[in-house]
T-cell receptor
Framework: AQSVAQPEDQVNVAEGNPLTVKCTYS??????LFWYVQYPNRGLQFLLK??????LVKGSYGFEAEFNKSQTSFHLKKPSALVSDSALYFC??????????????FGQGTTLQVKP | KAGVTQTPRYLIKTRGQQVTLSCSPI?????VSWYQQTPGQGLQFLFE???????NKGNFPGRFSGRQFSNSRSEMNVSTLELGDSALYLC?????????????FGPGTRLTVT
């Protein structure tokens, strides 16, 4: 079965420090990986994706993610955290369906708390 | 470019009733997907529509259905509501339905079943 795991329910980091939100995946075939962020009472916002090519992917708001095929991981990172980064983060994998379609399978989410 | 819009934003229904939720995708996007978000089950895929055809379906009972119109707007319907259907229902659109295309989400409809 294809799945995504986010091993940490919550990550706490001080403002200005680097942050990492972890994600591992299990898929058959090529992994198409995504990160989304959700603020309270809002929908999900797309941050970045890995399709192929360079293992380091840069996205919105200074976030980046590193794809590691051997460890089946796709960790989200940011060099310097902001209080405004505090939110719920979801890792997702796009699973191919019939007719070259794709549906997203999400991890359970990680709450990022950035303290001033 | 306007984002994905969902109406209504909040809804309170009674067990046994039915409900219809609406989603307008980003202009030019032909694929619309629906997801259910609950504290216990997280984000779960309901179904996807592309060019008015259902392309993918998640593991939900037949009480959950949807459709897409020629202008790509989509509706989902839940019949015979149960307490467990209380959730945030998210609609997402993308330019095409291939697995590499990112999805853009609306703000969601918060459904409460009493």
């Amino acid at each position: 079965a294809q799945s995504v795991a986010q091993p940490e329910d919550q990550v706490n980091v001080a403002e200005g420090n680097p942050l990492t939100v972890k994600c591992t995946y299990s898929v058959s075939g090529n992994p198409y990986l995504f990160w989304y962020v959700q603020y309270p009472n809002r929908g999900l916002q797309f941050l970045l994706k890995y399709i192929t090519g360079d293992n380091l992917v840069k996205g919105s708001y200074g976030f980046e993610a590193e794809f590691n095929k051997s460890q089946t991981s796709f960790h989200l990172k940011k060099p310097s955290a902001l209080v405004s980064d505090s939110a719920l983060y979801f890792c997702a994998v796009s699973v191919s369906g019939s007719g070259n379609t794709g549906k997203l399978i999400f991890g359970q989410g990680t709450t990022l708390q950035v303290k001033p | 470019k306007a984002g994905v819009t969902q109406t209504p934003r909040y809804l309170i229904k009674t067990r046994g009733q039915q409900v219809t939720l609406s989603c307008s995708p980003i202009s030019g996007h032909r694929s619309v997907s629906w997801y259910q978000q609950t504290p216990g089950q997280g984000l779960q895929f309901l179904f996807e529509y592309f060019s008015e055809t259902q392309r993918n379906k998640g593991n939900f009972p037949g009480r959950f259905s949807g459709r897409q119109f020629s202008n790509s707007r989509s509706e989902m319907n839940v019949s015979t509501l149960e307490l467990g259907d209380s959730a945030l229902y998210l609609c997402a659109s993308r330019r095409d339905s291939g697995p590499t295309y990112e999805q853009y989400f609306g703000p969601g409809t918060r459904l409460t079943v009493t």
